[in-house]
C-alpha cells in the first residue's frame, strides 16, 4: 500500500493555512443539538432555500424534509446541482431571495463561506451532509453562520479547537527594531530586552512546533474519506422532532439506507445498527394510530439480496445481481453451469425461476428466502451474504416491494441517459418517483436497463481482460462505445459499477488484486473521462477511501486538465488527451 | 305554424339544457317566433272572448287550452332568459371582471349591459368590506385545503413579487412552495406546474 504523506507538498493544505491567524471562533462548534430549536425555529417565518446534490440519499432527504415544510407551512425554494460550480451558481442567483438556506448532501467538506464569497452575517447556513470528513473550518466558523445538522460518530475525531487556531505570537526580529533605539543604553533596559527576547524566542519555538503538530493532525483528520449515516434518517429524525412523521417518511429513509449498503457507503454492521433504529421507527408509528387497509405496511424481514426479482424472473435477477455474478463467475460457461447447478440443488425447476416472479407458484415463492439462506448455497457457492435483512413494504392487496428494488428504480430515474432531460428534471422526477403509491411507473424498467448495462461492462472487462498492473494500482479502462447512453458518468451510480468491477476483476484475476487499490476510467463525453478511485476491497466492506485526497493533490498539479467539480472526491473529470499526464502524476505519487 | 304549441319555446330550453354551464349562441329566430305564436295565441283568445256570450260554454275549452300555452310559453322564454343570465354572473365569479372574447361574442347587448352593471355592483359590494380594504369574494370560493402550494417552473419567468413585497426568482426546473393564491394566475399561463399531489389509492 502507498503512503500519501511522502506526497504532501503542503499544497493541499492552503486553505487552512490561510485561517491559522485570524480569531479563533467564540463558540466551540456549530451542531444542532435540538431539531426543534436549532432548526426548524430558526427557518420558520423564512423563505428556505434548498440546495441540495444529485444523489438518491438526496431525493429521500428531500421528500421527508419537503413534506415536513409542507405541513408546517413554511416557503421553500427547491434546487439541485451536480457540483461545486453549480452550487455556487445557484446560490449567486438566488441568495438575495433569502437568508436561510439548506445544503442537502453537498459543502460539507469544503469552506462553504469561503466558496459561496463570504456572504453577510444575517444569511445561515445549514448543512445536512454525509460526506466526511468534515471540513473544519464549517466546524468552527467564527460567525456562526454554518450550522451543522449531526450527530458526530465516535470514528470522527475531529482535532480539538485549541489544536488548529491559535493567536500567531508578534515576529520577534520586527520588534526587536521597534526598540533598539529607545532602551538603547540601558542596562537595566539590556536585561529586560534580552529578558524579553528569549521569551518571545521562546514563544515563537512553541508556536513553530505547535504549526508542524497541526498540519500533521488536519492532515491525518483529512487523509480518509468516507460516508456518515445517510442525511435521510436525520431527515426522518427532524421530522420525528416535530411529531410529524409518517410511514412514508420512514419509506424514504429506508430507500436512502438501502442505497448507502447496495453502493457500500456504509459496512454491514452499520447497516444492521441504522436497520434497527429505523425499524423502532417502524413499530412506533404502526403501534400509535390504527392503521385503515389500504395504507402503507412496512415490515423489516430477510429477504433476498436479488436485485429487482419482484418484478423480474429470478432466474434474471440472479444473472444480473452483482454479488451472484461476481461470486459465481456467470459471465463463462462454467458459471453459468454453476448458477444452475445451486438451482438444481435448491430444488428450483428452471421452468418456474425462469417465468415472471408473480407467476411463480406460491409455494416457491414463500420458500425462496429460506432455501438461499440454507447450507448448500452458503457453504457449497460461498454466497453467505444472499439473504439479509430488509424492508418490505406493501399497501393493501397490492403486490409487495421491497426497498431494494425502489432504491434501484430511484438511482436509475436520477441517471438515466436521456439527453432530453436536464438533471435537475430528472431530480425532480426522482422525487416524484419515490412516491409509494407510484414508483413502478418508470423506474423499474429503467433500473433493469441499467443492470443489464452494468453486466454487460463486468462481461466485457473478463472477456477483454481489460485490467493492467500499473505499479501499485490496477487500471481499467472502459471503451467508449456506449458514450451517449451511459448510466454511470456522476458519483451518483457510479460506485455500483466500480464496486462490481473491482469484485468481478479480483474474481476472475489474481488473488494479489485483492489488495491493489483500483482505478477505473469511464467514458464521460470527447474531451473527457471520469477517473474513479477504488479502495482495496470496496465490494465486500465500506471503508474509507484514500483517493479524494490524492485526486486533491493531483488537481493541484495539473490545474485546468483535471475538473474536480463533484462532492464525491474519489471521482474526478480527466481530460482525454492528458490521460497519460493522469496515470504518470499518479504513480509518482504512489512511490 | 307547424306542430304543437309551445314547441319552440320548449326548444329553447333544451338548448341551454344541451350547454349546461355555458353560453351558447343567443337564439333570436326562435324566441321571436315564440313570440309570434304568443301574439297570435292571444289574439285568438282576444277574438273568441270578444264574440263569447257570457254563460256559453262553447268557446270556454278552447280558450282555456290557448291561454294554458301562452302561459307557458311565457315561462319558457322567461326561463330562458334568466338561466343566460345566470350562466353569465357565473362567469364572473369564475372568470374576473374580463369575459374571454370567444363568449362575448355570443352575448346580445342587453347581456353585455347585465354584466356591466352586474359588475360595478359586485365591486363596489366588495370595495365596501373589510375596513376600507376590500375583500375579494371571488377568491377561496371553497375553503382551501391548504394555503401554499408546491409549484415546479416550467420555463424561465424571472423575478415574481409576492403580496408580502419580496420576490421569487422563478427559474426552470426549480421547485417553490408558495402561497396558493398567488400563483393561480402564473398557473394559468403555464409558466408553472403544481407537483402531483398524491392520489388516494380508490381514484385509480
Known amino acids: 500500500m502507498f503512503d500519501v504523506r511522502d506526497m504532501v507538498n503542503g499544497q493541499w493544505l492552503l486553505v487552512e493555512e490561510e485561517a491559522v491567524n485570524c480569531i479563533p471562533p467564540t463558540s466551540a462548534k456549530m451542531l444542532v443539538e435540538h431539531y426543534r430549536r436549532d432548526f426548524i425555529e430558526r427557518i420558520v417565518g423564512h423563505r428556505l432555500i434548498i440546495i441540495t446534490n444529485q444523489d438518491v440519499d438526496a431525493v429521500c432527504t428531500v421528500k421527508i424534509l419537503t413534506t415536513l415544510f409542507k405541513t408546517e407551512g413554511i416557503q421553500y425554494i427547491l434546487l439541485s446541482c451536480s457540483g461545486l460550480t453549480e452550487l455556487k451558481e445557484k446560490y449567486d442567483e438566488y441568495n438575495s431571495q433569502s437568508d436561510r438556506c439548506l445544503l442537502v448532501n453537498c459543502g460539507g467538506t469544503i469552506d462553504v463561506l469561503d466558496l459561496l464569497g463570504n456572504p453577510p452575517r444575517e444569511k445561515l447556513f445549514f448543512i445536512l451532509d ?81 504549526v508542524k503538530k497541526r498540519e500533521h493532525l488536519l492532515f491525518t483528520y483529512r487523509e480518509h474519506s468516507y460516508y456518515s449515516r445517510p442525511s435521510a434518517l436525520y431527515g426522518l429524525e427532524i421530522a420525528w422532532g416535530m411529531s410529524r412523521d ?33 425499524n423502532d421507527h417502524i413499530l412506533r408509528i404502526s403501534n400509535a394510530n390504527q392503521l385503515p387497509r389500504d395504507c402503507l405496511k412496512i415490515r423489516f424481514e430477510r429477504d433476498l439480496f436479488l436485485f429487482l426479482y419482484r418484478h423480474w424472473s429470478v432466474y434474471d435477477s440472479l444473472k444480473t445481481t452483482p ?8 459471465w463463462s460457461q ?43 448455497v452458503v457453504e457449497n457457492y460461498k454466497l453467505p451474504d444472499l439473504v439479509f435483512g430488509s424492508f418490505v413494504a406493501e399497501i393493501g392487496f397490492r403486490p409487495k416491494f421491497n426497498a431494494l428494488d425502489v432504491q434501484l428504480a430511484t438511482l436509475a430515474l436520477l441517471e438515466e441517459p436521456d439527453p432530453n432531460k436536464t438533471e435537475e428534471e430528472r431530480f425532480l422526477l426522482a422525487v416524484q418517483g ?31 481482460k481489460l485490467v493492467q498492473e500499473v505499479g501499485p494500482f490496477l487500471f481499467v479502462q472502459l471503451t467508449d462505445s456506449m458514450i451517449d447512453f451511459n448510466y454511470f458518468k456522476r458519483p451518483a451510480g457510479i460506485p455500483l459499477l466500480a464496486n462490481f468491477l473491482q469484485h468481478a476483476g479480483i474474481r476472475a484475476g489474481k488473488k494479489g488484486w485483492r489488495q491493489s487499490p483500483w482505478l477505473i476510467m469511464i467514458p464521460y463525453d470527447q474531451e473527457y473521462f471520469v477517473a474513479v478511485g477504488v479502495q482495496p476491497g470496496a465490494f465486500e466492506q465500506a471503508d474509507k477511501n484514500i483517493f479524494p485526497e490524492v485526486f486533491r493533490c493531483i488537481k493541484g498539479k495539473m490545474g485546468e486538465d483535471v475538473v474536480a467539480d463533484w462532492f464525491d472526491g474519489w471521482a474526478i473529470l480527466v481530460k482525454n488527451q492528458k490521460r497519460q499526464v493522469f496515470a504518470d502524476l499518479l504513480l509518482a505519487l504512489s512511490e | 305554424m307547424s306542430g304543437m304549441y309551445g314547441e319552440i319555446a320548449l326548444e329553447l330550453i333544451k338548448e341551454l339544457d344541451r350547454h349546461k354551464g355555458k353560453l351558447p349562441p343567443f337564439q333570436e329566430n326562435e324566441l321571436r317566433q315564440a313570440l309570434d305564436e304568443m301574439q297570435i295565441l292571444f289574439e285568438q283568445n282576444q277574438r273568441d272572448v270578444s264574440m263569447n256570450i257570457p254563460g256559453n260554454p262553447e268557446f270556454l275549452a278552447a280558450l282555456h287550452l290557448r291561454h294554458a300555452a301562452l302561459e307557458r310559453n311565457k315561462q319558457c322564454i322567461l326561463a330562458y332568459l334568466y338561466t343566460r343570465l345566470k350562466v353569465i354572473t357565473d362567469l364572473r365569479w369564475d372568470h374576473g371582471p374580463v369575459i374571454p372574447a370567444e363568449v362575448r361574442a355570443n352575448m346580445t347587448e342587453q347581456e353585455v349591459q347585465f ?33 401554499m402550494v408546491e409549484i415546479r417552473v416550467l420555463q424561465d419567468y424571472g423575478e415574481f413579487e409576492l403580496e408580502d413585497g419580496t420576490s421569487v426568482l422563478l427559474k426552470k426546473d426549480s421547485v417553490h412552495f408558495l402561497p396558493m393564491s398567488q400563483c393561480e394566475a402564473l398557473v394559468q399561463q403555464k409558466i408553472v406546474e403544481v407537483v402531483q399531489k398524491q392520489k388516494s389509492l380508490h381514484q385509480k
Open chain 1, 130 to 210: 454525509y460526506h466526511r470528513p468534515l471540513n473544519i473550518l464549517n466546524y468552527y466558523n467564527a460567525t456562526g453562520q454554518v450550522v451543522i445538522i449531526s450527530v458526530l460518530e465516535s470514528e470522527e475525531n475531529i482535532p480539538e479547537i485549541d489544536e488548529i487556531f491559535r493567536e500567531e505570537p508578534p515576529d520577534s526580529s520586527e520588534e526587536e527594531d521597534d526598540h533598539d533605539d529607545d532602551e538603547a543604553l540601558d542596562a537595566n533596559g539590556m536585561n529586560e530586552r534580552q529578558r524579553r527576547k528569549t521569551e518571545r524566542r521562546a514563544q515563537r519555538q512553541l508556536y513553530t512546533t505547535w
Open chain 1, 246 to 278: 409518517d410511514m412514508e417518511s420512514v419509506w424514504s429513509a429506508i430507500v436512502s439506507l438501502t442505497d448507502s449498503l447496495v453502493l457500500g457507503r456504509l459496512p454491514r454492521p452499520k447497516y444492521s445498527e441504522y436497520a434497527s433504529t429505523v
Open chain 1, 323 to 330: 454479488y451472484v455474478v461476481s461470486t459465481l463467475k456467470t
Open chain 1, 334 to 376: 462454467d458459471g453459468h453451469r454453476k448458477l444452475k447447478q445451486m438451482l438444481a440443488h435448491l430444488g428450483l425447476p428452471l421452468s418456474e425461476v425462469k417465468q415472471k416472479y408473480a407467476n411463480m407458484s406460491l409455494d416457491l415463492r414463500r420458500q425462496l428466502v429460506e432455501m438461499f439462506s440454507s447450507q448448500v
Open chain 1, 434 to 464: 419515490l412516491d409509494v403509491r407510484n414508483f413502478e411507473k418508470g423506474g423499474i424498467e429503467k433500473a433493469k436497463g441499467m443492470m443489464k448495462q452494468v453486466n454487460n461492462q463486468v462481461q466485457m472487462m473478463v472477456e477483454m
Open chain 2, 115 to 147: 354584466f356591466a352593471n352586474y359588475n360595478k355592483t359586485l365591486a363596489n359590494y366588495m370595495g365596501s368590506l373589510g375596513e376600507n380594504h376590500g375583500l375579494d369574494l371571488t377568491q377561496d370560493l371553497k375553503p382551501p385545503k391548504t394555503l
